[in-house]
């Protein structure tokens, strides 16, 4: 199948592996690019540039297919080495980044004068254009089903992607709700270019978390995630668990007056004890509304390959076939 954000990436797939904390590691973008995906490493999981340096050399020696490197720009007293991740990703002859949180403009120079194509993560219409306008190739425009942060406007997929095809003129793709054929044949449909999963991803078997959690994903339904963190405007969706509970309560008790520090130990340093040691009550961990389709823990590859399959057969046999029942009505009409 070719989009223009297969063209793009020289990808064989229009799937992209978002980048996500404690998921996004070597092993994880490596069997997303060997199955002819984009796999992405998450730069801020490394902690400092030079384990980013290293984690870029150990997915070189995995795959030799294109993967990229996440990098979120995050507002923060002490933030990140940005500089020195960017010298990372560029020294590391990296060619493709996904960047989120804030705007990228700042970055862009460099990200372009190195030939690197730039993909950045958009929760709005608004959003969309303005990272358009500083330059960046692509975007993926989350709706409001994503797991992590849907932003404010709570707009979904279903009214989101359409709006974007009907403005943007760089190509997008589809994320939140994404898990199977299905969805890359209605996010297609409805303008996209190719889709890009999170959630799912994680329920493989090749994802470097612990079983806890992939088996937590096959038992949950699209009931059980939670949006934590509103009343600090920083939404996030996560999967329920008695941490993420407990800090609800708080949100309820506290109410307006609530602050970060209130809720720093149902969210702080989770991302470790969740995905490294399987502790599943720690706190709250960015899960997607999608846990609902997801029913198994197959090999990435085995999960690329069934999902381009049911894409295929949908577009060539049931879309087809409903043109071909509408053509021989017309034709008996006539």
Known sequence: MKTRITELFGIEHPIIQG????????????????????GLITGLTQGTPENLTKEIA??????????????????????????GFMDAIIKGGIKIVETAGNNPQKYMPALKAAG???????????????????????????????????????????????????????????????ADGRSLVAALAMGA?????????????????????????????????????????????????????RLLEKERTLGAAITFADIAPEVAGVYPLIFRDGQMDAGGWSCGMVAGLIHDIPTVKDLIDRIMAEAESLIAERLAGFLGQRAGARLETA
């Open 19 to 38: 980048g996500m904390h404690y998921v996004g590691f070597a092993e994880m973008a490596a069997a997303v690019s060997n199955a002819g995906g984009l």
């Open 58 to 83: 150990r997915c070189r020696e995995m795959t030799d297919k294109p993967f990229g490197v996440n990098l979120t720009f995050l507002p923060s007293v002490n933030p990140p080495d940005y500089p």
């Open 116 to 178: 690197i194509k730039v993909i950045h993560k958009c929760t709005s219409v608004r959003h969309s254009l303005k990272a358009e306008t500083v330059g960046v190739d692509a975007v993926s425009v989350d709706g409001f089903e994503c797991g992590g942060h849907p932003g404010e406007d709570d707009v979904p997929n279903f009214i989101l992607l359409p709006r974007a095809g009907e403005e943007l003129t760089i190509p997008f793709v589809a994320s939140g709700g994404m």
């Open 193 to 245: 270019e190719g889709m890009n999963m999170g959630t799912r991803f994680i329920a493989t078997q090749d994802a470097p978390v612990h079983q806890h959690v992939k088996d937590a994903l096959v038992a949950a339904s699209e009931l059980d995630t939670r949006l934590i963190m509103r009343p600090l405007r920083n939404t996030e969706r996560v999967l329920t668990n008695a941490g993420v509970e």
